[in-house]
């Protein structure tokens, strides 16, 4: 497979899509023949693309003898679907998902703008402390122009209280950490179609109840559409930061690592090329499009410089930056040698990951905030018999310093908590740390 094909990411957002609305149940007619060979289908392709022949110390031969009488015995189209996401389960690993064909189709500009079937209430969350909280609100959208703030935690979403999710999520074994476990349970009752209404409690800064019905709006972003996958919607901001002392950072932030915010990303950095530091804000970037990786990092090295080694099961493919030395104008210029913080949390992801730690273990960037997720697999999909999409990884990455990030994640030089307080005060105490160390690097 050509390395431009290939996926590293979506770890929080297939941390959604797989579970889907209840109602997606697929087929009218259940047909046992093809049910068996979707299962068979789903089966050979990891047994014939996963990088590691042990696969991760599970009897893959035996697995399939131990499952296949389920699917054989079948009677409805969940209990194949269940089947093979508990084969997949066992694997213990990232990327790896099933995403019913409904779903995915249902998100495909081919039938229609994804955006018309896809909204939201313009406002991100996190887990912190067993609390659900508010830590970014579009001024623009639903949230903001009802008045929610950061800072104010998300007690239910129609008839269903956050807590009693964080308690089911708790007794579920799982091999994602229970505060994404949480965020994508919430974030998936507050997605619906643009023009229906959302109830959410909330408590605000006093700790006040706040029952609210918002209208969502149509998902912002450029859609995207990569392969099987459903629909993606990018988006990207960029704008400059100063500290009481003078000190000017660009600070650029996207969701996703995708081929239509590489001009977004290019201007921004011709932008800030002479300012004194820049930030790279991945909180909440689950990954993308793992060759970009190597283009961005060339905007910052003059050097190719290795960030690390995707391996499959035969081959090895170096990582390398990919110096930028001309800018968006045409323009002979020198990639930008000034500092450059990281901002990450634990819904970082995959090419996110791969970008951070690879910039980190090179030591030519500095990384704040929170332990990323952890899920750094290249990974493709496959559409399989009934019209499911396998997303199965085929590849692993290690850095240029010999550091394996799957499961384990890319760990901050400065660990910055989030808190409630900050968020109700208005601060962003990840974004100030790095604006602190930046303005200390000046000369």
Known sequence: ???????????????????????????????????????????????????????NGVDWVALRDELRPRVETATELGDVRGAIREMLE?????????????????????????????????????????????????????????GVQPGWVIAAVGDDRVADLVERRKNIESKRPLDILVWAGV???LQGAPGTDCTIEFLDGHDETRVMELTRRPEPGEPVK??????????????????DDGTAVGVIWFNAWMVPLVKKFDAAVDEYRELDGMVIDLRGNGGGVGAMVMGLAGHFTDDRMPLGVMKTRTTELKFSANP??????????????????????????????????????????????????GGVLPASMSRLPNGDVLYHAFGEFETADGTYLEGRGVYPDEPVALSREALLAGRDDVLLAALQWIAGQRD
Request: net charge negative; glycine share 10%.
């Open 187 to 189: 974030r998936n009752r």
């Open 226 to 243: 990569l392969g099987n996958l459903p629909t993606f919607f990018a988006r990207f901001s960029s704008g400059q930061q100063q500290t």
């Open 1 to 55: 497979m050509h390395y431009r094909t290939w996926i590293a990411g979506f770890v929080t957002g297939l941390a959604v899509a797989v579970t889907g609305p209840a109602s997606l149940t697929g087929q009218e007619t259940f047909d046992n023949a093809l049910a068996l060979e979707t299962f068979d289908k789903a089966w050979e392709i990891v047994y014939k693309t996963h990088f590691d022949t042990t696969f």
């Open 324 to 373: 930028r030395r001309v800018d968006t104008a045409g323009e002979r210029v020198t990639p930008y040698a000034g500092p450059v913080a990281i901002l990450t949390d634990g819904l970082t992801g995959s090419a996110s990951e791969m970008f951070a730690g690879g910039m980190q273990g090179a030591g030519r960037m500095r990384v704040f905030g929170d332990t990323t997720a």
């Open 90 to 146: 066992r694997l213990n690993q990232s990327h790896f998902a099933l995403i019913p064909k409904e779903f995915a189709d249902s998100l495909d500009p081919a039938e229609g703008d994804p955006s018309e079937k896809v909204g939201d209430i313009g406002f991100d969350m996190r887990f912190i402390d067993d609390q659900l909280v508010v830590t970014v609100v579009d001024l623009k959208g639903p949230a903001g122009e009802a």
